[in-house]
């Protein structure tokens, strides 16, 4: 008994210490998982991205913080050719790497770091094409970079060209994200001749606002300020990353000081936070759309007029509530409003069962029965698709509509979901990559994508010239007038219902400030300071 | 281990037979006070599992969607109406609790069932036939004994898909090798006695030899084995359900529940508590049974 | 003599070849194609699908996987990780001493009370302090003990502030891994109050490993104990007029604590399988939660190579166990196996 007083002592005392020695410019942040290396072109999760890209790396492009905007990063100007095929950036200059223990560097950022980036990727025969076992471009090929890329050519130390295959105008946006990062090739041809090519995952160099310093595998990442940052050196100086897997443990984690962000608290803490007078809790839509696409291929949903009567026939609001319990907003259109060319004049359909009944009669159309699948896995667009699919379930019965869920193993799921004779209505959802409204539009409604990732099989040609013609102009102002109006049609067409978009949540200490909330859901900490 | 009188009692050795049997015992059971308040107990819960549509308030699943996170009656702001208090999403504890006990009960007498049959079954063929089946038979079990139980089970509901059911086939196999290996070391030590032997120089056939003969005379430390696997298997299906492979919402497993409730321990102590000590309760009302049994069946820890 | 080791190491032979199967098998039964999985909404084109089957390997006959499987782990290949792209071994060896760090805190703390306990309780039988002891004992036999690392964290870390609610040491101590042990390692660094501070992080995951094995160990004490304590040799020395204290700790704690060390060694199973749900709880870098990250992600190869140095282990630990065994008691070295 002696033994264990002595033992509570002792962590009554430890306990004292480290809140004492809590250094000012510390930030803990509660990561809800391991990076999966350090490398962001390797991976597509977004905790990879936060520990790697949104604070090691730099990117030609950049997303202005808290918006979908791109602002100049790595290249302080650019210009596009009149065929819209080149695309030729000027580097910023006296930008440096990251000094480590590991690496100084004898020179500053040039076109050689920034052709290796992305030839490494692209050509196949490339030293570093697979510099680690199993290494695979995920992202620089799900943006269809190997067919859209010719070339990327050095003009001189400040100068890079990229050439397209075809013009592209969502280029731009997708060289602000995180496999676009900019690695160093001096460091890269230091690693090659020392025979340790794997170090480029597991001890990243770069030009960003945080060196590494440290990774003690599922347990704590440590990062430090890079003094010459072109930015200007981040106010924090030593960032650490707290992985804590466990919702409830970041929230105590959080409570108790053990950290000063938890960037997803459970829905049930929110109430809490809120309450806590040392926490605060800003919030905002995420970059993604939950919807129920119908097969448009089939009949009676090839017709506009009951695809429209069924989404009238939807409680979003009930689904709001036991769904996302708060954590949602109905979504009236297929991008989400944090996505510039967000069309906010459209009406959403109103929730009138007894119209829509009396419209499926006048459709012609009586003792429907018909699946909807119900995905077996939470996403963020849809924290749980079985009791949401019963909540439809029970909305459709209302007008007459008998509804059968059905579900698959997740891979199952989305491979049968993309079948042209689908039988049933599928939820199903999307986060979006690059802030581009092409990115929602076409990949997921275009005539392209039919037998894909076009869940609805909607093929409207009136909709797809619309989208086609977005993606070779230019000019903001005239493609955000055309994705204006292809959502005009998409709402007068009603291949999906439109269910929801999630809201995110950020629990964060009081002191925590200038952290503004990344709509593609990163974490990226310059600019943010602790108050004292 | 609770058995606290040290003389035997004296036994009416002129009953003979079963009842004789069953006598000598409860004799011996009731000696021990604590198999006997889990005996009581868990009496207590099957009866509550058995009644549970006639005791319970209300339905398991059926919501309050304006008494959300109610506390227990005798906390502030608590009300009869919901005597344990109320889930996150409205649902009565009480009732939740009150149905949950059928879910553990009905694990443990699956599991255990399946186990048995199959356990006693391969046992009793490795120890008969012995040989190249029977080194077969153990080093099969041999493999299963060398992965920790709860992450083979959880490898196997990964693979069988996560659910109550398949929880439960995956416990009763992590368990086989105990099954086995008792009913074999039985068997062996058996076979070689004159009884066996007389039965079957008159000729009995090995099937029935196995199951009628030797069987019986195996069968207390296989039934000392079942409870205790009895309260296991409550405790590894609540914590596959805790790791979201076991039953899934809205069951009321006491696993499952807590799991679900997990979110809520800082806000409401009441869902993440009740549950547990749910489980709590029924496992050690089973162990002390188990105590007692084993005490009762076994001579050699009766003397002790 | 002799023979029971061939024999012993004999059995170990076929076992350890079908756990290489079953851990490969486990595997392969599992739904659900990882290159799909991966790829998520996103979709990818059938040639990239079949492209990343045949990078990793998936795509060829079963057979030859295994082969490939099998003949690897013998120049210590198992492979590398679908997710962090790492050698499965490393990941296992980073993350073990973690693992091995609070398991070996966990079984001192249970030998610890549970032996004592156990020897109290038999000394003292049948008094109310022997069944308070046992009943405490079959208490903590019978606790679900995700539940009651939950129930501690509420109290000690969330309402009495004592000990810290996850990790293995204060963030701000930072130092270098020599050992992986964070005791160890802290001394090592020699920063003030690192070691106190991760003594305070291992307190409760400890309690919460140990507390079956705790269990377990003080009703397997007090059983032998108590079996002897009745023994002729014991009966003898107390008849001599030896002091009880003497009687208790030469002859028969010594004579007792044979069948208990054979139950600590099966605990090493029920340790790994606790540690599981405690590394889960506690947000503990070791293997039991990689092992379940493992396999709700899919990642062949590391649930894989896991599933078979886990195995390993718990073999080895066994063989251990029952060679120590034979030695103490010859009397198993005749019926052995």
Same mark, same amino acid.
């Given at each position: 008994m002696r033994s264990t007083k002595l033992f509570l002592s002792a962590f009554v005392v430890s306990t004292m210490i480290s809140a004492g020695a809590n250094a000012a410019t510390t930030f803990v942040y509660c990561s809800e998982g391991s990076p999966e290396g350090f490398d962001s072109a390797l991976y597509t999760a977004g905790t990879t991205f936060d520990a +790697? +890209? @949104?604070?090691i790396y730099n990117r030609l492009v950049e997303f202005e913080p808290g918006t979908t905007n791109t602002i100049p990063g790595l290249a302080e100007t650019w210009s596009v050719s009149d065929d819209g095929l080149e695309y030729t950036f000027n580097l910023r200059d006296g930008v440096q790497f990251h000094t480590t223990d590991y690496f100084t560097p004898t020179r500053n950022l040039n076109a050689d770091d920034v052709v290796f980036s992305f030839k490494r990727q692209l050509d196949k025969e490339h030293p570093w094409n697979q510099y680690t076992a199993g290494t695979s471009w995920e992202y620089f090929n799900a943006m269809s970079m190997p067919d859209l890329l010719k070339d990327i050519v050095k003009i001189d130390d400040s100068t890079v060209k990229f050439v397209l295959n075809r013009p592209e105008a969502p280029m731009i946006a997708n060289l602000g994200m995180d496999f676009a990062s900019i690695l160093s090739k001096e460091y890269a041809d230091q690693l090659e001749a020392a025979g340790n090519k794997e170090d480029l995952n597991q001890k990243p160099i770069g030009t960003g606002p945080f060196k590494f310093q440290d990774y003690q595998k599922d347990a704590v990442i440590r990062y430090q300020a890079h003094e010459p940052y072109w930015r200007g050196k981040a106010a924090i100086e030593n960032l650490i990353f707290a992985i804590t897997p466990d919702a409830s443990v970041r929230q105590q984690r959080l409570a108790a000081g053990e950290c000063q962000f938890n960037p997803y608290p459970n829905p049930a803490d929110l109430d809490a936070i809120r309450a806590d007078a040392n926490l605060k809790l800003p919030e905002q839509e995420g970059l993604n759309v939950g919807y129920l696409a119908y097969n448009t291929k089939v009949a009676p949903f090839d017709d506009p007029k009951v695809r429209k009567a069924l989404n009238m026939a939807i409680n979003k609001q009930a689904i709001l509530d036991a769904v996302f319990q708060g954590a949602g907003k109905a979504a009236k259109n297929p991008i989400p409003p944090t996505i510039w060319s967000y069309n906010d004049a459209i009406q959403d359909d109103p929730y009138d069962p007894a119209a829509a009944k009396q419209m499926l009669a006048d459709a012609g159309v009586s003792d429907l029965k018909m699946k909807i699948w119900a995905m077996p896995v939470q996403r963020p667009y849809n924290p749980n698709a079985r009791r949401m699919a019963e909540l439809i379930q029970a909305d459709f019965k209302e007008v007459g509509v008998d509804v059968e869920i059905v579900s698959y193993e997740w891979g199952e799921y989305l491979k049968r979901s993309k =079948?042209? =004779? @689908? =039988?049933g209505a599928v939820l199903l959802g999307w986060t979006g990559d690059n802030g581009d409204p092409d990115n929602f539009l076409a990949v997921l409604l275009g005539c392209d994508a039919v037998g894909g990732s076009n869940r609805a099989q909607w093929c409207n040609e009136e909709f797809d010239a619309l989208v086609q013609k977005a993606k070779i102009v230019s000019d903001p102002a005239e493609r955000t007038k055309l994705y204006e109006e292809a959502q005009e049609v998409f709402k007068r067409e009603a291949p999906w219902a439109t269910i929801a978009h999630s809201v995110v949540f950020k629990a964060m200490n009081n002191n925590v400030e200038g952290f503004k909330i990344d709509p593609f859901g990163g974490h990226a900490f310059h600019g943010v300071d602790l108050k004292q | 281990m609770t058995d606290t009188v040290a003389a035997a009692p004296e036994i009416d050795t002129r009953k003979t037979g079963r009842l004789a049997l069953l006598s000598e015992f409860w004799a011996y059971f009731s000696e021990n006070r604590g198999a006997v308040i889990g005996l009581w107990f868990f009496a207590f819960i099957c009866l509550i599992a058995i009644f549970a549509g006639l005791i319970a308030p209300y339905s398991a699943t059926e919501q309050f969607r304006d008494a959300l996170l109610v506390p227990p009656v005798w906390q502030e702001g608590g009300s009869w109406n919901f005597v344990l208090g109320t889930d996150?999403?409205? @649902?009565d504890m009480l009732s939740r609790l009150i149905y949950g006990s059928r879910y553990s009960l009905f694990v443990g007498i699956i599991v255990v069932s399946l186990a048995l049959v199959v356990g006693i079954t391969v046992g009793l063929f490795a120890g008969f036939m012995g040989g190249m089946i029977d080194a077969i038979i153990m080093r099969i079990m041999d493999i299963i004994l060398s992965f920790p139980s709860l992450l083979l089970a959880l490898a196997l509901v990964a693979i069988l898909g996560p659910s109550l059911i398949n929880a439960m086939i995956a416990i009763a196999i992590v368990q086989q090798p105990h099954y086995v290996r008792l009913t074999r070391a039985a068997v062996l030590t058996e076979r070689s006695k004159d009884y066996v032997t007389a039965a079957r120089v008159a000729g009995v056939r090995p099937i029935r030899l196995m199951f009628h003969t030797i069987l019986p005379n195996c069968l207390a430390p296989l039934i000392v084995q079942a409870a205790l696997s009895f309260s296991t298997a409550i405790l590894d299906a609540a914590a596959l359900g805790f790791l979201g492979m076991g039953a899934q919402p809205p069951t009321p497993e006491w696993g499952t529940m807590l799991a679900e409730a997990r979110e809520f321990i800082l806000r409401a102590w009441w869902v993440v508590t009740l549950p547990g000590i749910a489980i709590l309760l029924t496992v050690l009302a089973i162990n002390l049974m188990g105590d007692g049994l084993r005490d009762a069946l076994d001579p050699k820890l009766r003397r002790s | 003599m002799l023979f029971y080791y061939f024999k012993r190491f004999g059995v170990l032979i076929p076992t350890f070849l079908g756990v290489t199967v079953a851990s490969f098998a486990f595997i392969r039964l599992l739904p659900g194609d990882p290159v799909l999985l991966m790829a998520g909404e996103r979709g990818l084109t059938p040639e990239r699908h079949a492209e990343l089957l045949k990078q990793f390997g998936f795509d060829r006959p079963l057979w030859e996987q295994y082969l490939d499987y099998f003949l690897g782990i013998f120049q210590g290949d198992l492979g590398n990780s679908l997710v962090t792209k790492k050698p499965v071994l490393d990941e296992f060896f980073t993350l073990f001493p973690a693992t091995l760090e609070l398991s070996l805190c966990a079984i001192i703390f249970a030998m610890a009370f549970g032996i004592s306990a156990g020897v109290v309780a038999a000394v003292k039988r049948g008094t109310w302090f022997d069944q308070s002891l046992m009943g405490t004992a079959l208490i903590g036999y019978s606790m679900p003990i995700f539940w009651w690392g939950l129930l501690l964290i509420i109290l000690f870390s969330g309402t009495l502030h004592w000990t810290p609610v996850s990790g293995r040491i204060s963030l701000i101590y930072f130092f270098p891994q020599v050992t992986g042990f964070m005791l160890i390692d802290s001394l090592l660094s020699g920063q003030k109050g690192a070691f106190s501070s991760a003594l305070s992080h291992l307190i409760l995951p400890t309690i919460v490993l140990g507390t079956i094995p705790l269990a377990v160990i003080a009703r397997q004490t007090r059983s032998a104990m108590l079996e002897v304590l009745g023994e002729d040799y014991v009966r003898t020395a107390r008849a001599k007029g030896l002091p009880p204290r003497r009687v208790v700790g030469l002859h028969a704690l010594r004579n007792a604590l044979i069948p208990v060390i054979t139950t600590i060694g099966l605990q090493v199973g029920v340790l790994l399988a606790g540690a599981i749900l405690t590394e889960t709880i506690f947000s503990w870098p070791g293997i039991g939660k990689w092992m379940v990250d493992s396999i709700f992600r899919r990642d062949y190869p590391s649930v894989q190579g896991g599933l078979l140095l886990i195995a390993l282990i718990v073999m080895i630990v066994n063989l251990i166990v029952d060679l120590l065994y034979g030695l103490v008691n010859p009397k198993i070295r005749h019926t052995g196996g």
């Open positions: +790697s +890209s @949104r604070n =079948d042209l =004779d @689908r =039988d | 996150p999403v409205g @649902r | -």
